[in-house]
């Protein structure tokens, strides 16, 4: 098959946590990979952790494109058998309005489905969504587990979150939402995946903000505590995974939440310190004084491991690999 044996597949936003190793993953499951990221007119960025993977030089193409403007995805888009929509756009210092932001995302979204239909050649998408898109339930509280029938309530995020920090979750409500009924229309296969907290090592060079808040207590990221005192975890690994299942899956269709653990702030500081003892913690009275941030219900990913998919990785992977990966680059 030309491009790979597996054949020519495309991942946006391929320089992000997850992007870069799901790209990462693809090549070494046998795809050739497209992947886009934005323009750098004066050549500054280095892009080397990608192009420095196995199998890059003969299996990897970079291609600049912006949300901003979906039809700059076309040329990465061209000839795929599928495309994975990682991309999007994360302002949690209140930069731009709000409306900016989500209205991005969304139209972005919906024009890289539009290349994908008149590529022709696109059998699937998946897209990368969020458990926010899903957590943020008026009464999540009251039920034992949220799934993919649930739905964040837009009111409910800009009651309960500071002004900076809705965009990111309402933007990714609403681009699911966009996209499975454009899915529903026009008659392109779109799956969503739904992660929640994604741990685990990390070849961007920049600290992924969901691994800066998981390891909050390590890094002594006090304002951030209130964010995990029960918290719903997945490997980066087992995401990327999921990802590729999906799309190989025939029988695949609509949302898939992915979520592989629980753990409190409590058990999470008792692991940390048995494993790591050189870092000072916060003793377990401190952290019995930390006030909830956002009293979210746990997630349930029945549906995914009924699909028959498995995850790989536990909470000892996660924490072990992204604190290695923190110290290698120089964040620990």
């Known amino acids: 098959m030309e491009g790979g044996m597996k054949g020519k597949v495309c991942v946006t936003g391929g320089t992000g946590f997850i992007g870069s190793w799901l790209v990462k993953r693809l090549l070494e499951d046998g795809y050739s990979v497209s992947t886009t ?4 007119p004066e050549k500054k960025r280095d892009y080397s952790f990608l192009t420095n993977l196995p199998g890059a030089s003969k299996n990897l193409q970079i291609y600049n494109a912006d949300l901003n403007d979906p039809d700059s995805f076309g040329d990465a888009i061209e000839g795929c058998i599928g495309v994975f929509h990682v991309a999007t756009p994360v302002d949690f210092e209140d930069k731009e309005d709000a409306e900016v932001v989500i209205r991005r995302t969304v139209d972005g979204a919906l024009g890289i489905l539009k290349a994908c239909l008149n590529s022709r050649t696109v059998r699937r998408v998946v897209y990368t969504s969020s458990a926010s898109a899903i957590q943020f339930c008026n009464d999540s509280n009251k039920m034992e587990y949220l799934d993919e029938s649930n739905w964040a309530e837009i009111d409910y995020i800009n009651k309960v979150l500071p002004k900076g920090r809705s965009p990111y979750p309402i933007s990714k409500k609403l681009t699911e939402q966009a996209i499975l009924e454009f899915s529903k229309q026009h008659g392109l296969e779109v799956v969503s995946v739904i992660p929640t907290f994604v741990v ?6 920049k600290l992924p903000g969901s691994v800066r808040t998981t390891l909050a207590l390590v890094l002594g990221n006090e304002d951030e505590y209130g964010m995990i005192l029960r918290i719903n ?8 995974r999921a990802h590729i299942f999906l799309f190989e899956n025939p029988k ?3 949302r898939y939440v992915c979520s592989s ?5 409590e058990d999470l500081a008792k692991f940390l310190s048995a494993k790591y ?12 004084d930390v006030k909830c941030y956002i009293d979210f219900a ?14 790989n990785c ?6 072990d690999e992204a604190i290695q990966c923190c110290k290698e680059k120089g964040y620990l």
């Open 314 to 319: 536990g909470i000892d992977e996660m924490f």
């Open 277 to 288: 003892p050189e870092f000072q913690l916060p003793s377990l009275e401190v952290l019995k």
């Open 261 to 265: 653990h629980i753990i409190t702030i």
């Open 233 to 240: 975890m997945v490997h980066v690994d087992d995401v990327a």
């Open 37 to 40: 990221v934005r323009s750098d």
């Open 200 to 205: 685990g090592p990390f070849i961007c060079p």
């Open 298 to 311: 746990d997630v349930s990913s029945k549906k995914l491991l009924d699909a028959g998919f498995q995850y």
């Open 252 to 254: 695949a269709n609509g």
